[in-house]
């Protein structure tokens, strides 16, 4: 597992200093009660991807931070911070790309890296992170639900900052499991209603486009006497001419027309 490939034998146990593991757990339980009351069905996934890491933050113990690399076509992102400036720990790692949060991403495996230990494994990462005072570091990859857990949807992962060595033990990372697992239906809610409003505007779009190229061709049709075929044509000529998007094309006869050029 990535637990024991990117542990020390120093790995801190659930026993020592750490918190009570039940006191733990009730923080976890606290935060998602949390999370859940605040996160609605009708919510862009910024808002609560944001709403994850802020409640994330209270849910385990030595968290200084949280932010949440979100997965995309191009490169990994930070969608989500309780600290602006840490950003820059992950962002090293998208532009290495190599680093604890990406290894969570590509595994789907928690990950936890004790600053001072990777230097030849992932030498930017170690570099931003002593550079920021962080010494411990924890990312979880984040799942959208699904009754195959090979096959589910990865959106990226959740990673927790500590200034503290000792922070984070294998408990930690079976509450956040739970954690991001109770979370993601939320998560999920949201993604839907994201694309659903995309889907909307899109079609909105593609409505005003329609009606614009519509009226085009009814001012065309009046001014050359032509049919509504002959008026399409026109329009289409001048987009292929002038390399731009037919309902441009539409829109600019229409604002000529209404000025009375």
């Known amino acids: 597992m990535a637990y024991e490939a990117t542990h020390s034998a120093s790995t801190p146990s659930t026993n020592g200093d750490r918190p009570d593991p039940l006191e733990r757990l009730d923080e976890t339980a606290e935060a998602l009660v949390v999370l859940r009351d605040a996160l609605t069905g009708e919510e862009p996934l910024d808002n609560a991807l944001q709403r994850l890491a802020d409640t994330a933050a209270r849910a385990v113990p030595d968290a200084d931070a949280v932010t949440i690399s979100l997965v995309t076509a191009e490169q990994p992102q930070t969608a989500a911070t309780t600290d602006t400036g840490l950003v820059d720990?992950?962002?090293?790692?998208?532009r290495a790309n190599r680093g604890p949060c990406l290894e969570s991403v590509r595994t789907r495996q928690v990950v936890r890296a004790v600053v001072g230990e990777h230097v030849d494994e992932w030498p930017e990462f170690e570099a931003a992170a002593a550079g920021h005072g962080i010494r411990a570091y924890l990312s979880v990859p984040v799942l959208l639900p699904s009754a195959d857990e090979a096959?589910?949807?990865?959106?990226?992962?959740?990673?927790?900052?500590?200034?503290?060595?000792?922070?984070?033990?294998?408990?930690?990372e079976g509450l956040m499991r739970l954690f991001t697992t109770a979370a993601s239906a939320a998560i999920s809610g949201a993604h839907r209603w994201q694309r659903s409003r995309e889907h909307i505007t899109q079609l909105e779009r593609a409505l005003v486009s329609?009606?614009?190229?519509?009226?085009?061709?009814?001012?065309?049709?009046?001014?050359?006497?032509?049919?509504?075929?002959?008026?399409?044509?026109?329009?289409?000529?001048?987009?292929?001419?002038?390399?731009?998007?037919?309902?441009?094309?539409?829109?600019?006869l229409l604002d000529t027309v209404t000025r009375g050029d």
């Open 210 to 252: 329609r009606a614009a190229i519509d009226q085009a061709k009814g001012v065309l049709m009046a001014v050359h006497s032509c049919t509504a075929d002959e008026a399409f044509a026109m329009l289409v000529q001048r987009s292929q001419h002038e390399n731009v998007k037919l309902r441009d094309v539409a829109k600019n």
């Open 89 to 94: 720990v992950d962002e090293e790692q998208y």
């Open 151 to 172: 096959t589910a949807q990865l959106i990226g992962s959740l990673n927790i900052y500590s200034h503290t060595a000792e922070a984070f033990d294998p408990f930690d």
